[in-house]
């Protein structure tokens, strides 16, 4: 897609020279920004002319992944750092509907910052209580979690000249154990519902819906759910959406089946 009213794409090698506003964004992997027309802005800045490093372990063994983190980089990261999570962050990676192209370009930072409903990173995110650092015009920082930066479909709470530049992981959500489901209604098909989900060591679960709601969904239990419990706690989400790939009806009943697969899987 030709973005015509581009008048700019800077590659800039400091922070300082990031420029950003309203009109002129950030640029990632391209995948979602090259792919519908963007009247409204003039101007692009190459996120991955910066050099970071996609990931690091950090010192008190949680998990610093930059934003430009592509999804094949994230699937790399090795079980020593992700550890527990490992599985989950394949799955999650693999709920994305895309191409090798899109595998290999798209980023982190974008698919969160893009705030579909089918946000795969955004799951993986609030199921691990994830945490982004945000660059704010100013020279300085805030920092948010995943499941509280996403208000809704294409909604974040970031600020025209904000940039994220990390996704913060942990070291206690790294050693949960995970589960995941997703459904959609053809084989190779959006999302209709996702659920990612992790048991803490102390017994503890949280429960991230996304794909058929219009914002991540968090469920949180101090101890092992029953199954009554949890359907109570499904049954209160209140975002479900209709569109092509799934009627808001089925995405609940959908998740109530699912969440219980959850539940008896976690406690097993
Ligand atoms: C074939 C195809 C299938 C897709 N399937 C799915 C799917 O199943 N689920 C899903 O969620 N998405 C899907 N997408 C869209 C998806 O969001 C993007 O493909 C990708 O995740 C966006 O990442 P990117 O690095 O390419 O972002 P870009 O396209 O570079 O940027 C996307 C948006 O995020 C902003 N942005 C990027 N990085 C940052 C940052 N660090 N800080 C602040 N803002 C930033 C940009 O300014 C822009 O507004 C699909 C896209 C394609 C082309």
């Known amino acids: 897609m030709d973005l015509p009213n581009l008048t700019e794409v800077r590659r800039p090698t400091s922070r300082s020279q990031l420029g950003l506003s309203a009109a002129v964004v950030p640029l990632a992997g391209g995948t979602w920004l090259y792919s519908e027309p963007q009247p ?15 990931w ?3 010192p008190d063994g949680g998990l610093s992944i930059a934003a430009t983190c592509t999804i094949a980089q994230l699937v790399a990261i090795p079980a020593s750092a992700a550890r ?18 899109v595998w290999n370009t798209a980023t982190v930072g974008g ?3 893009t705030a579909l409903a089918a946000g795969a990173l955004i799951g993986l995110g609030g ?3 994830a945490e982004l650092v945000v660059w704010t015009p100013d020279g300085g920082e805030r920092r948010q979690r995943v499941a509280d930066f996403v208000l809704g479909e294409r909604r974040t709470t970031a600020l025209p000249g904000e940039v994220i530049r990390s996704i913060e992981v942990a070291p206690g959500p790294l050693d949960a154990v995970t589960a995941f489901r997703r ?7 959006r999302a209709g519902t996702v659920l990612a989900a992790r048991r803490d060591p102390d017994g503890a679960v949280v429960l991230c819906v996304t794909g058929g709601t219009t914002r991540p969904e968090v469920l ?9 419990l949890l359907r109570a706690a499904v049954e209160r989400i209140g975002t479900w959406f209709t569109d092509a790939h799934g009627a808001a009806d089925w995405r609940r009943a ?15």
């Open 40 to 54: 409204h802005l003039t101007g692009l800045v190459d996120l991955t002319a910066l050099g970071w490093s996609p």
């Open 56 to 58: 690091e372990a950090r």
């Open 84 to 101: 527990r999570a490992t599985p989950l962050v394949r799955q999650s990676a693999e709920s994305l509907l895309q191409s090798f192209k």
């Open 111 to 113: 698919n969160i910052a």
């Open 127 to 129: 199921a691990l209580d």
């Open 183 to 189: 459904i959609a209604l053809t084989p190779l098909g």
């Open 220 to 228: 949180r239990f101090a101890a092992p759910p029953t199954a009554d």
């Open 254 to 268: 959908m998740t109530l089946r699912l969440a219980e697969e959850i539940r008896q899987e976690l406690a097993a």
